[in-house]
């Protein structure tokens, strides 16, 4: 599961909704007294730091009492009522007491039947059921060496089911339909599946727990127009009396039920290979001609993964489907991924964008969540973890270091963010709801502590190790203490150290240090500074660079006390001293620098990281010409987010302080290899006399990029040009998110009546990520006119804050519908919707 998401603190940020409680200070006022009586002094009452857990109750993995076999399925569908009519053949046999009685997951569903089935003969069964579970009474108690089938029949109604989920997954009903009567413009008709965690019991009885496998079947009944695709091989298309057709697709090997999965529309099938097995991608025909690009470096990944982990990739066939109004960024089911529709680009697009990192994301699941599976949600990390850290090992190897740290950097400031008011370890159980699993500490701080571990052991070592975690625990379901184990196993190292503090603590290492030198000794003072009470001291084995008389010298070190010194003989006063040299700790380091290591920092180090530190560290002195100078060799430095981080910087600069770098800046709006830094030079040339540089904005309209293009609209429109609106008119049949948005943030404030026809066909078209920020524009277009407070558009903001699947975009809607609460009918929908609103996240941000 790939989670790029708006976090809710991201969300209440953005759309800065009031409301909220003063903190508490515990303060104690010791007033001067004018006798000389000496009194107690009372010490300030210590507060519990916001990010500690609440304890919740212990969540174990699901008691096996039976063993979960096959299932076969047969499915057909009530397009009206969006109802999936079923009938489940599940084998079964005790997983070792004897059991006359056997409870499935069933969520919402209409049980018509329960019977015994003896070939193809079926024996009424007595069950109970009460809207979530389905309980059955066996003929008899059957033992663990004893097989049975037991079919139901259901009807499965997944839009009655209460609504939940997750920032990552933001719904939870297993089974969604997609514009299933064709009454939307512009959208597909499509059904589709999500069954992570347990919401595949939506549409089929199951045991609906990651610690259980089966092999499975599956026939799809629908219209021949559409195409189908589910878990494992096609083996064949059977047409009906009735005009409609079978699909019958089988899962030979087995995996967990919630990697099973649907997709059902009419997709364009792009055929691909990998060794001898079929990689084919579905996409809707509009982009068939680009989804080999989009696409096409999956077989290469899965041929790197192969070969890497010795384990070749071992299911029958690798699809990847794109749909429409998706609840995630996409899901690994078992051989057949789904991703979000954002995937799908033009060939302009793919000029600015590619989706490699998402794509391997779901590909390495496929070893780490599919062939080897966590046993429960509080172990989570093992599958989320890995397939994170797969993004940086494809970057690695594809397209360098730098693109690799980069990444490596933002999972840290992920990590980070969320650390401000979350702190949790890894491996948890006593979490409030398993949803909550989900988040930037099972996915960004894990792959950073598996790229430490990675280091600790040595590349050989890595990968060994986790041939033999794959190899030891295929088709099975793991604890942490698997994966220990088999590096321990590979290695003869105890790591029981290792993964208590990274796995099973919570916090980060926050260490002071300061390095000194006289006398021809270096001392380097490392201080722990992280609050014992909550996390532990940390052992940590690190890499200490230091250049000296223009050599360089590699230190190693393990700091593992709260306060240590380290001393080092060298010969010369060192120009710089870089902690942690390998850039691999997960944690902050405060370590101060004086504006000549800093310069030396940046032209030595030779990686990504030191580079930007410095770049940051010295932006309030670009005025200084040394500064300067690396700033400019920053604008010609190899790697483009390089380059851009110092447009950034330089940006904030006045236009008198920037005469000197303009030229170079101008250069780059029009030349540079990389749209995404034209658009930044553009943006950093707006802010300095931009009357002068309207013919080069108007000629950027017309750049091959639209991230340059968006740019250049925006720096247009700053320039107050009598017409602009003309100017921008060109684009307004433009379908891109980059441009629409450019478009809006201008139209919300200057776009006048004339643009409400504009505003409305593009909230319509819009989903996902798009729709939220253009939802916000929106609203300020509402705001500045009161014309376009229509009936049609509160219509329009009622039913996707009501509706939409997406809880952050009915979080964009309802504060759209904000801007016109003095309309008491505007009122009266604000409080419904309030008190319709199942989602806590909503609530919380309402004030309900």
Same mark, same amino acid.
């Given at each position: 599961?790939?989670?790029?998401?708006?976090?809710?603190?991201?969300?209440?940020?953005?759309?800065?909704?009031?409301?909220?409680?003063?903190?508490?200070?515990?303060?104690?006022?010791?007033?001067?007294?004018?006798?000389?009586?000496a009194e107690p002094v009372v010490a300030p009452v210590a507060q519990t730091p916001a990010w500690v857990p609440q304890q919740h109750a212990f969540n174990p993995s699901r008691t096996k009492a039976h063993d979960l076999l096959h299932t076969k399925l047969r499915v057909s569908f009530d397009w009206e009522k969006q109802y999936l009519n079923g009938t489940a053949e599940?084998?079964?046999?005790?997983?070792?007491?004897?059991?006359?009685?056997?409870?499935?997951?069933?969520?919402?569903?209409?049980?018509?039947?329960?019977?015994?089935?003896?070939?193809?003969?079926?024996?009424?069964?007595?069950?109970?059921?009460?809207?979530?579970?389905?309980?059955?009474?066996?003929?008899?108690?059957y033992t663990r060496s004893e097989e049975y089938v037991v079919e139901v029949n259901y009807t499965a109604r997944p839009n009655e089911l209460p609504t939940g989920g997750s920032d990552a997954i933001s719904s939870d009903k297993g089974l969604y339909f997609i514009n299933p009567l064709g009454q939307e413009a512009n959208k597909p008709t499509q059904i589709w599946t999500?069954?992570?965690?347990?919401?595949?019991?939506?549409?089929?009885?199951?045991?609906?727990?990651?610690?259980?496998?089966?092999?499975?079947?599956?026939?799809?009944?629908?219209?021949?127009?559409?195409?189908?695709?589910?878990?494992?091989?096609?083996?064949?298309?059977?047409?009906?009396?009735?005009?409609?057709?079978?699909?019958?697709?089988?899962?030979?090997?087995?995996?967990?039920?919630?990697?099973?999965?649907?997709?059902?529309?009419?997709?364009?099938?792009?055929?691909?290979?990998?060794?001898?097995?079929?990689?084919?991608?579905?996409?809707?025909?509009?982009?068939?001609?680009?989804?080999?690009?989009?696409?096409?470096?999956?077989?290469?990944?899965?041929?790197?993964?192969?070969?890497?982990?010795?384990?070749?990739?071992?299911?029958?066939?690798?699809?990847?489907?794109?749909?429409?109004?998706?609840?995630?960024?996409?899901?690994?089911?078992?051989?057949?991924?789904?991703?979000?529709?954002?995937?799908?680009?033009?060939?302009?697009?793919?000029?600015?964008?590619?989706?490699?990192?998402?794509?391997?994301?779901?590909?390495?699941?496929?070893?780490?969540?599919?062939?080897?599976?966590?046993?429960?949600?509080?172990?989570?990390?093992?599958?989320?973890?890995?397939?994170?850290?797969?993004?940086?090992?494809?970057?690695?190897?594809?397209?360098?270091?730098?693109?690799?740290?980069?990444?490596?950097?933002?999972?840290?400031?992920?990590?980070?963010?969320?650390?401000?008011?979350?702190?949790?370890?890894?491996?948890?159980?006593?979490?409030?709801?398993?949803?909550?699993?989900?988040?930037?500490?099972?996915?960004?701080?894990?792959?950073?502590?598996?790229?430490?571990?990675?280091?600790?052991?040595?590349?050989?070592?890595?990968?060994?190790?986790?041939?033999?975690?794959?190899?030891?625990?295929?088709?099975?379901?793991?604890?942490?203490?698997?994966?220990?184990?088999?590096?321990?196993?590979?290695?003869?190292?105890?790591?029981?150290?290792?993964?208590?503090?990274?796995?099973?603590?919570?916090?980060?290492?926050?260490?002071?240090?300061?390095?000194?030198?006289?006398?021809?000794?270096?001392?380097?003072?490392?201080?722990?500074?992280?609050?014992?009470?909550?996390?532990?001291?940390?052992?940590?084995?690190?890499?200490?660079?230091?250049?000296?008389?223009?050599?360089?010298?590699?230190?190693?070190?393990?700091?593992?006390?709260?306060?240590?010194?380290?001393?080092?003989?060298?010969?010369?006063?060192?120009?710089?001293?870089?902690?942690?040299?390998?850039?691999?700790?997960?944690?902050?380091?405060?370590?101060?620098?004086?504006?000549?290591?800093?310069?030396?920092?940046?032209?030595?180090?030779?990686?990504?990281?030191?580079?930007?530190e410095a770049l940051a560290a010295l932006e309030d002195k670009l005025t200084e010409p040394a500064v300067m100078q690396i700033y400019q060799l920053a604008l010609r430095d190899a790697y483009w987010r390089v380059r851009s981080s110092a447009l950034s910087s330089l940006a904030k600069l006045k236009e008198a302080q920037a005469t000197a770098i303009a030229p170079t800046?101008?250069? @780059? =709006?029009?030349?540079?290899?990389?749209?995404? %830094? !034209? #658009?930044? &030079?553009?943006? +950093? /040339?707006?802010?300095?006399?931009?009357?002068?540089?309207?013919?080069?904005?108007?000629?950027?309209?017309?750049?091959?990029?639209?991230?340059?293009?968006?740019?250049?609209?925006?720096?247009?429109?700053?320039?107050?040009?009598?017409?602009?609106?003309?100017?921008?008119?060109?684009?307004?049949?433009?379908?891109?998110?980059?441009?629409?948005?450019?478009?809006?943030?201008?139209?919300?404030?200057?776009?006048?009546?004339?643009?409400?026809?504009?505003?409305?066909?593009?909230?319509?078209?819009?989903?996902?990520?798009?729709?939220?920020?253009?939802?916000?524009?929106?609203?300020?277009?509402?705001?500045?006119?009161?014309?376009?407070?229509?009936?049609?558009?509160?219509?329009?903001?009622?039913? @996707? =804050?009501?509706?939409?699947?997406?809880?952050? %975009? !009915? #979080?964009? &809607?309802?504060? +759209? /519908?904000?801007?016109?609460?003095?309309?008491?009918?505007?009122?009266?929908?604000?409080?419904?919707?309030?008190?319709?609103?199942?989602?806590?996240?909503?609530?919380?941000?309402?004030?309900?």
């Open positions: 599961m790939n989670h790029r998401f708006l976090s809710i603190a991201g969300l209440a940020a953005a759309m800065a909704f009031t409301g909220g409680c003063s903190a508490n200070k515990a303060v104690t006022d010791i007033s001067e007294k004018p006798v000389a009586v599940l084998k079964l046999k005790p997983w070792f007491y004897p059991q006359d009685s056997l409870v499935l997951d069933a969520k919402g569903m209409t049980i018509h039947s329960v019977s015994l089935m003896k070939g193809m003969d079926g024996t009424p069964l007595k069950y109970n059921y009460d809207g979530k579970q389905l309980t059955i009474r066996l003929n008899k108690a999500q069954g992570e965690t347990e919401a595949n019991s939506a549409w089929f009885p199951t045991i609906d727990a990651p610690n259980e496998r089966m092999t499975q079947e599956v026939y799809i009944t629908v219209d021949p127009k559409y195409t189908t695709i589910s878990n494992g091989m096609f083996m064949y298309s059977r047409q009906n009396a009735d005009g409609t057709k079978t699909d019958y697709w089988k899962q030979e090997l087995p995996h967990a039920p919630y990697l099973a999965m649907m997709a059902i529309g009419e997709f364009a099938v792009v055929k691909d290979k990998w060794r001898d097995k079929e990689v084919n991608y579905y996409v809707e025909p509009a982009y068939k001609g680009t989804a080999k690009k989009i696409f096409g470096n999956t077989p290469a990944m899965m041929e790197f993964f192969s070969t890497k982990l010795g384990v070749p990739y071992p299911w029958a066939k690798y699809a990847q489907v794109v749909v429409r109004d998706y609840v995630s960024g996409a899901m690994e089911n078992t051989s057949a991924s789904i991703f979000m529709e954002s995937l799908q680009l033009n060939e302009r697009e793919l000029l600015d964008k590619n989706w490699d990192g998402i794509i391997a994301h779901e590909l390495f699941h496929q070893w780490f969540g599919d062939y080897v599976t966590t046993e429960s949600w509080a172990n989570l990390p093992l599958n989320e973890s890995f397939a994170n850290y797969s993004e940086y090992l494809w970057a690695e190897h594809k397209s360098g270091a730098d693109e690799a740290a980069y990444l490596q950097l933002d999972e840290l400031s992920q990590y980070l963010d969320e650390a401000e008011t979350k702190r949790v370890p890894l491996i948890r159980y006593r979490y409030k709801d398993r949803e909550d699993m989900f988040d930037s500490h099972s996915y960004a701080k894990g792959g950073r502590v598996l790229h430490m571990l990675r280091k600790l052991v040595g590349d050989e070592a890595w990968w060994a190790s986790l041939n033999l975690y794959l190899t030891r625990n295929k088709f099975s379901d793991v604890e942490v203490a698997e994966l220990r184990m088999a590096f321990e196993d590979v290695t003869g190292m105890d790591l029981m150290w290792f993964f208590d503090q990274w796995f099973m603590n919570a916090g980060h290492p926050e260490l002071q240090v300061k390095d000194t030198y006289q006398n021809g000794q270096l001392t380097l003072q490392v201080t722990q500074t992280q609050d014992s009470t909550y996390a532990p001291v940390y052992k940590l084995p690190l890499q200490v660079a230091v250049w000296a008389g223009g050599k360089k010298t590699v230190y190693s070190i393990t700091v593992d006390k709260a306060a240590q010194t380290f001393t080092f003989s060298v010969d010369t006063a060192p120009e710089l001293v870089l902690f942690d040299a390998e850039q691999q700790l997960l944690g902050v380091v405060q370590h101060q620098k004086t504006d000549q290591q800093l310069l030396f920092q940046f032209r030595n180090a030779n990686q990504l990281a030191p580079k930007l800046i101008r250069e @780059m =709006a029009q030349h540079d290899k990389k749209g995404e %830094v !034209r #658009a930044d &030079a553009l943006l +950093a /040339l707006a802010n300095w006399g931009s009357e002068k540089y309207k013919p080069l904005f108007a000629q950027a309209m017309r750049d091959s990029s639209y991230q340059a293009t968006a740019a250049a609209i925006l720096a247009y429109a700053g320039t107050g040009a009598a017409d602009t609106k003309q100017q921008l008119a060109r684009f307004d049949k433009e379908s891109n998110d980059e441009v629409v948005l450019a478009l809006s943030s201008f139209y919300a404030v200057q776009g006048g009546p004339e643009k409400y026809d504009w505003f409305l066909q593009q909230v319509k078209k819009a989903s996902g990520g798009q729709l939220y920020y253009l939802l916000q524009s929106f609203g300020a277009y509402l705001a500045a006119n009161n014309q376009a407070n229509t009936p049609e558009v509160i219509a329009l903001l009622a039913d @996707m =804050a009501r509706n939409n699947s997406l809880y952050y %975009v !009915r #979080a964009s &809607a309802y504060q +759209a /519908l904000m801007v016109m609460s003095e309309k008491p009918e505007v009122k009266a929908l604000l409080d419904e919707i309030r008190q319709n609103e199942k989602d806590e996240r909503l609530l919380q941000l309402y004030g309900s």
